[in-house]
């Protein structure tokens, strides 16, 4: 598949696109600056046409969908979520065969998006270092409500560790992997995966 690219004008497009967001609402929009292209092929780099379908949470002006396209997923196989006008009209123009939904991400279950443990991954651009741990709670319980047993859930951060704090991970029997970091973002992210806890092999003999 070739590379995730963009011609300068539509880039610049974006950015402004962003910045406007970011301004009108600060607390959604928890990055500096989009996410770049080495960000986007390092967040989908597991995923391909088998994890189909796959939702995208926080899918802003789309370039992580536009990765996960060049990873062979059909646009028909990915539901975008957003919550800002702006970016769900940009998503409709650009991905018309997707199905691009205006939601609360912790609120996923409630949309009936798929059945219940169907989707291969979650892809997140979500800004959960500034949301509340019940909020981090409602996201992550929601995406696993959808996710297959072997699904996972991507997330990148700015942060040092795992976004995702570890009473939330152990509460919900999820564990955590990173699986990267690019220096060719800005700022430079790392990438985590979420998966169920497997049970230890053995047990009470």
């Given at each position: 598949?070739?590379?995730?690219t963009?011609?300068?004008?539509?880039?610049k497009?974006?950015?402004?696109?962003?910045?406007?967001?970011?301004?009108?609402?600060?607390?959604?929009?928890?990055?500096v600056?989009p996410s770049?292209d080495?960000l986007?092929?390092l967040?989908?780099?597991?995923?391909?046409?088998?994890h189909?379908?796959?939702?995208?949470?926080?899918?802003?002006?789309g370039?992580?969908?536009?990765?996960?396209?060049?990873?062979?997923?059909?646009?028909?196989?990915l539901t975008?979520?957003?919550?800002?006008?702006?970016?769900?009209?940009?998503?409709?123009?650009?991905?018309?065969?997707?199905?691009v939904?205006?939601?609360?991400?912790?609120?996923?279950?409630?949309?009936n998006l798929?059945?219940a443990?169907?989707?291969?991954?979650v892809?997140?651009?979500?800004?959960?270092?500034?949301?509340?741990?019940?909020?981090?709670?409602?996201?992550?319980?929601?995406s696993?409500h959808?996710l297959?047993?072997?699904g996972?859930?991507?997330q990148?951060?700015?942060?040092?560790?795992?976004?995702v704090?570890?009473?939330?991970r152990?509460?919900?029997?999820i564990?955590?992997?990173r699986?990267?970091r690019?220096l060719?973002?800005?700022?430079?992210?790392?990438?985590?995966?979420l998966?169920r806890?497997?049970p230890k092999?053995?047990?009470a003999?």
């Open positions: 598949m070739g590379a995730v963009a011609r300068p004008k539509q880039k497009s974006d950015l402004l696109q962003f910045l406007r967001s970011r301004k009108s609402n600060p607390e959604k929009v928890g990055a600056m770049g080495a986007a092929r967040i989908t780099k597991e995923i391909d046409a088998s189909a379908p796959v939702i995208e949470l926080g899918a802003g002006t370039v992580f969908t536009k990765a996960l396209i060049a990873r062979g997923l059909d646009e028909g196989d975008l979520i957003d919550s800002g006008p702006n970016f769900l009209a940009m998503l409709r123009e650009r991905f018309p065969r997707a199905s939904v205006e939601a609360d991400a912790a609120r996923l279950a409630s949309h798929y059945p443990g169907s989707v291969g991954a892809v997140s651009g979500l800004p959960l270092l500034s949301m509340s741990p019940r909020k981090i709670m409602g996201v992550l319980t929601d696993f959808y297959r047993e072997d996972a859930f991507y990148f951060t700015y942060g040092p560790r795992c976004p704090p570890k009473q939330i152990e509460r919900l029997g564990e955590s992997k699986i990267g690019t060719r973002n800005l700022p430079p992210a790392t990438v985590y995966r998966t806890r497997r092999d053995g047990g003999g």
